[in-house]
């Protein structure tokens, strides 16, 4: 659902573009308060991780294709806040690297693609969450519903940003039931691919998603023959002493392994089909005032490196520099953010190799 330059006229384009902004400085506000020793490297790595899986492109229907958005994925692992920054993130390498989303569409991508998916997902995944009962199957089913959901949230919200700016005259409504109607079934590969995803990660390591919290299985030990919980340690008369967390490195190294592999070798036989919007604009002619992109000229254009005859080797190699790029730069942010951190009170603090 990446939108090209061209799309949406300048004004309603640079109102977005401050929509964006604004999302992004209550993002990395917010994300103070997300993000710990534990999960600051891990979010550059969820941002990784959905920028090879947008590169596996999946048939739907009629010549269409779909790909993650990844707004749930990330809001569900990481939290909200730092969810919405890791597909901007994603977003910003996708457009200056692989002239993939227009650069004067950046906050219409942003905001449709990270916003709205992100608030629409973690709320519903919220709301079923406390009506289900707490366990790790019902919190894979909520994750599911809120990814299928938050798919056609985003069609919906770019025809709003169409029916305001939009550089083409066609009938909103054609717009608008297109769109919705190929994006609920991109909605169900996305739900797939986060309930897949999110599922895997609590049965190693359910203290590490966001949205699981509290869902670790509790020590047991034999007594008897039999499981016992291990009761509680009590509780000192001073402040707690330093609790000491699992280390990451394993999951961190999986993870990345994983999307250098997807993003490296798996993308290779991706559905070549136009995607859901690309489909809608050229059978509704909403590109006809298509731009060409202004990184058109990058030596990764379209997902490939330049002068590398072999296709397979050349997008390899343009995913595996993307996973690389992504990981970089957004661990780079969220180990930031998480500098500026308020300190814990002492003795609050936990600490973990990473």
Known sequence: MHVPDGFINAPVSAVAGVVAAGAVAVGLRGARRELDDRTAPLAGLVAAFIFAVQMLNFPVAAGTSGHLLGGALAAILVGPYTGVLCIAVVLLMQGILFADGGLTALG?????????????????????????PRTRRSTTVAAFVAALVSVPAAAVAFTAVYAIGGTTDVPLGKVLTAMVGVHVLIG???????????????????????????LATPLKLRVDGALVDVPAAPAAASSPAPVAARSTRKVWAAGLAAALVLAGFVSFYASANPDGLEKVAADKGIDEKVQEHGAAGSPLADYGVKDVENA???????????VGATVAVGSGVFWAVRRRRTPE????????SV
């Open 312 to 322: 397979r080797i050349s997008g390899g190699l343009a995913g595996v520099i993307g």
């Open 108 to 132: 219409v991508n942003i905001t449709v693609m990270g916003v709205v998916t992100t608030v629409v997902a973690y709320a519903l995944f919220r709301g079923l969450t406390r009506v289900l």
């Open 188 to 214: 169900i590969g996305e739900a797939a691919i986060t309930a897949l995803t999110v599922g895997a990660v609590i049965a190693v390591r359910p203290d590490l998603v966001h949205g699981a919290r509290g």
């Open 345 to 352: 009170a002492p003795g609050l603090r936990t600490t973990e």
